[in-house]
Nanobody, 123 residues
Framework: QVQLVESGGGLVQAGGSLRLSCAAS????????MGWFRQAPGKEREFVAAIHWCGGATYYADSVKARFTISRDNAKNTAYLHMDSLKPEDTAVYYC????????????????WGQGTQVTVSS
């Protein structure tokens, strides 16, 4: 069992930056792929970024490439999502998710989810 807790969301102006954190507990972080997803009101949950357990492979949605950076610190059992050049369309609840093994860009393979953190970008 893995428990995930996100933090770092908030209100920011367009063009600003935020860093989200996802602290994991309950089992070893080794071998666990981490993903970030987001869900805006009235929309389906969508993939944002994911990182392999060793940190060597990362994947991004086209909409956030070159603006967002996913990273992880396995010693701290924590994953991060650094978001730059934020746009109003980035406004959503952001969720971190974890799964054993390979990265997936769809939410269904992820077994563990955090409670979400709100990110609001004002224009």
């Amino acid at each position: 069992q893995v428990q995930l807790v996100e933090s770092g969301g908030g209100l920011v102006q367009a063009g600003g930056s935020l860093r989200l954190s996802c602290a994991a507990s309950g089992r070893t972080f080794s071998g666990v792929a981490m993903g970030w997803f987001r869900q805006a009101p009235g929309k389906e949950r969508e993939f944002v970024a994911a990182i392999h357990w060793c940190g060597g492979a990362t994947y991004y949605a086209d909409s956030v490439k070159a603006r967002f950076t996913i990273s992880r610190d396995n010693a701290k059992n924590t994953a991060y999502l650094h978001m730059d050049s934020l746009k109003p369309e980035d406004t959503a609840v952001y969720y971190c998710a974890a799964k054993q093994g390979a990265i997936f860009t769809s939410p269904s393979p992820y077994a563990y989810w955090g409670q979400g953190t709100q990110v609001t970008v004002s224009s």
